[in-house]
């Protein structure tokens, strides 16, 4: 009897272990692993992302963990804690360089140099094989290299990965977030299937300008403020937040007025071809040129480059969603939720949708590539992020243009931005042959 319950569980589990094999997204991985060069892409990527998540264990003047005085202390936990606001740096630590401290032990990364730490006697670009000044151990060489000011070029490429790799993902999920959310509203109702009340339609539009004016234009002044001094995040939520406030208000008036017979009759709204129009209004405008407009009135910062990227990326993903949304809304688990008196929210959010985003998983890998030589470009041109806190590849590329012998400076990032881009470009090439229903088996 034992021998029979084991025989059957191990037929149940190879059973549903074939099904699992046989999933759609089982075939995407099988076929995606067919294509040696997207696979090695991604590894390559995760090693970036490595870099870019443990940079401050990597390149840091910072010791890991150290003892000074008989206490144990660990400066890089520290400044995590201090950038958050969570905590604050004593005295000594402020008032002395992290090389002038009497350590009873330290474990230093692996280069003993921030981004923005100079080395005075290692300043006007020194290359890498260059003879380099008081220099007291292996460790503290500069392998890549010095800029003008004497600050180590691994530190910069290291920090640089993570900025680049936050851009990538942080712009592209602003850009998904915006072009799933509109091109799902247009391919799922179309031009002729969203009625709604002549009274919330009316309210609707009217509650729009006043929440724009407002949310944004009465705060003129606060986002100009927050662009020079910082926090342009908090400011920007608040707008938000009193934005949509103010919509829920008209929508509330609304509920209660539709009840009147004339105001409560339904219209039809064209929303495909509104989301359309706009849709070719963006475009037609140049996207560099409306990214460097925007970025050099604000403050350069690595935040204002991934919103002002996010905002101006939406577009292909959007057009990608609608297009499969306007097959999907016609299949039978469509029509039988709809059937089932399912609300439109609850068939769009969680049924049609997490079935269209097949496109929209090769566009935001393409646009990652994209958003990254955006940064690049920006930083390169001096107007992308502030220089004196964030070194990006795009600003070490810049700094070769003061001296051109300096090749280290346009080497190392440059090859860096190349080996990045490609790469992504590389999973997009391999998740569109592994999402291509004609190549299933």
Request: contains cysteine.
């Given at each position: 009897?034992?021998?029979?319950?084991?025989?059957?569980?191990?037929?149940?589990?190879?059973?549903?272990?074939?099904?699992?094999?046989?999933?759609?997204?089982?075939?995407?991985?099988?076929?995606?692993?067919?294509?040696?060069?997207?696979?090695?892409?991604?590894?390559?990527?995760?090693?970036?992302?490595?870099?870019?998540?443990?940079?401050?264990?990597?390149?840091?003047?910072?010791?890991?963990?150290?003892?000074?005085?008989?206490?144990?202390?660990?400066?890089?936990?520290?400044?995590?804690?201090?950038?958050?606001?969570?905590?604050?740096?004593?005295?000594?630590?402020?008032?002395?360089?992290?090389?002038?401290?009497?350590?009873?032990?330290?474990?230093?990364?692996?280069?003993?140099?921030?981004?923005?730490?100079?080395?005075?006697?290692?300043?006007?670009?020194?290359?890498?094989?260059?003879?380099?000044?008081?220099?007291?151990?292996?460790?503290?060489?500069?392998?890549?290299?010095?800029?003008?000011?004497?600050?180590?070029?691994?530190?910069?490429?290291?920090?640089?990965?993570?900025?680049?790799?936050?851009?990538?993902?942080?712009?592209?999920?602003?850009?998904?977030?915006?072009?799933?959310?509109?091109?799902?509203?247009?391919?799922?109702?179309?031009?002729?299937?969203?009625?709604?009340?002549?009274?919330?339609?009316?309210?609707?539009?009217?509650?729009?300008?006043?929440?724009?004016?407002?949310?944004?234009?009465?705060?003129?002044?606060?986002?100009?403020?927050?662009?020079?001094?910082?926090?342009?995040?908090?400011?920007?939520?608040?707008?938000?937040?009193?934005?949509?406030?103010?919509?829920?208000?008209?929508?509330?008036?609304?509920?209660?007025?539709?009840k009147i017979p004339f105001l409560g009759k339904k219209v039809t709204i064209a929303v495909d071809i509104l989301v359309m129009r706009f849709i070719e209004i963006i475009n037609s405008i140049p996207t560099l040129l409306l990214i460097l407009s925007v970025v050099a009135i604000l403050k350069p910062s690595v935040f204002n480059v991934m919103l002002i990227i996010g905002l101006v990326g939406w577009t292909g993903i959007a057009r990608f969603i609608r297009a499969e949304l306007l097959r999907v809304r016609n299949l039978e688990y469509i029509e039988a939720a709809q059937a089932m008196g399912f609300s439109e929210a609850r068939i769009i959010f969680r049924h049609a949708i997490p079935n269209a985003l097949t496109p929209v998983l090769i566009a935001i890998a393409f646009g990652v590539a994209s958003a990254i030589l955006t940064e690049a470009f920006l930083s390169f041109l001096g107007i992308g992020v502030d220089v004196a806190e964030d070194i990006t590849w795009g600003s070490l590329l810049n700094l070769a243009r003061i001296k051109f012998t300096a090749w280290w400076l346009a080497i190392f990032p440059g090859f860096a931005i190349f080996i990045t881009v490609t790469i992504f470009n590389l999973i997009g090439e391999g998740l569109t042959d592994a999402l291509d229903p004609k190549l299933k088996q």
């Open positions: 009897m034992l021998f029979r319950k084991n025989t059957a569980k191990k037929l149940a589990n190879a059973i549903e272990q074939k099904e699992l094999d046989q999933s759609y997204w089982a075939n995407v991985k099988r076929q995606y692993r067919k294509n040696r060069l997207a696979v090695w892409s991604l590894r390559v990527f995760f090693v970036i992302l490595f870099v870019a998540l443990f940079a401050d264990f990597l390149a840091n003047e910072k010791p890991i963990v150290c003892k000074i005085d008989n206490q144990t202390h660990f400066p890089v936990f520290k400044e995590q804690a201090v950038r958050l606001g969570l905590s604050s740096w004593e005295s000594k630590f402020v008032t002395k360089r992290w090389d002038e401290h009497d350590y009873q032990f330290a474990i230093f990364p692996l280069i003993p140099y921030s981004p923005t730490t100079m080395d005075k006697y290692n300043r006007q670009f020194v290359g890498p094989f260059d003879k380099q000044r008081n220099i007291e151990s292996w460790r503290r060489w500069h392998w890549m290299g010095t800029d003008n000011l004497g600050r180590d070029v691994t530190a910069g490429m290291i920090h640089g990965a993570r900025i680049a790799v936050s851009v990538g993902v942080i712009a592209m999920s602003i850009s998904a977030l915006i072009g799933i959310l509109i091109g799902a509203l247009a391919g799922y109702f179309g031009d002729n299937r969203l009625r709604m009340s002549r009274i919330r339609l009316f309210l609707n539009i009217i509650g729009f300008v006043f929440a724009i004016f407002y949310a944004f234009s009465t705060r003129s002044a606060a986002f100009a403020t927050a662009s020079q001094e910082g926090g342009l995040f908090g400011t920007l939520f608040t707008s938000l937040l009193i934005f949509l406030v103010i919509m829920l208000l008209f929508n509330l008036v609304a509920s209660l007025l539709k």
